[in-house]
């Protein structure tokens, strides 16, 4: 695969998240509020930032820079996995 088209499954992937996050606001409004609130996280982030960077190191020695909008991907979908609280019980 070559870079151009990774690049657009990246931003196709991203495109899909944000329609999916408006779709919510518009059926349930504030929604989008609480789905972007690990952003505020600072171990969310700090864990996407670390995730992204790695990946981004390693993706451009093997992959090229193609492979460094897939690590930014990796690296906010790790941040919103981090931010989430254990169910309790």
């Not at 998240?17 to 609480?34: D, F, K, W, Y």
């Not at 990946?55 to 020695?61: A, Y």
């Not at 820079?65 to 990796?74: E, I, K, N, R």
């Amino acid at each position: 695969m070559d870079g151009t088209a990774s690049l657009l499954t990246v931003a196709i992937v991203a495109a899909v998240l944000v329609i999916r996050a408006a779709v919510a606001e518009l059926r349930n409004p504030g929604s989008t509020r609480a789905r972007w609130a690990f952003v505020s996280s600072t171990r969310a982030v700090t864990a996407g930032v670390v995730t992204a960077v790695v990946l981004g190191f390693v993706g451009w020695q093997y992959a090229g820079p193609g492979a460094v909008a897939w690590a930014v991907l990796a690296g906010a979908l790790v941040s919103v996995v981090a931010d989430r609280h254990p169910p309790e019980g």
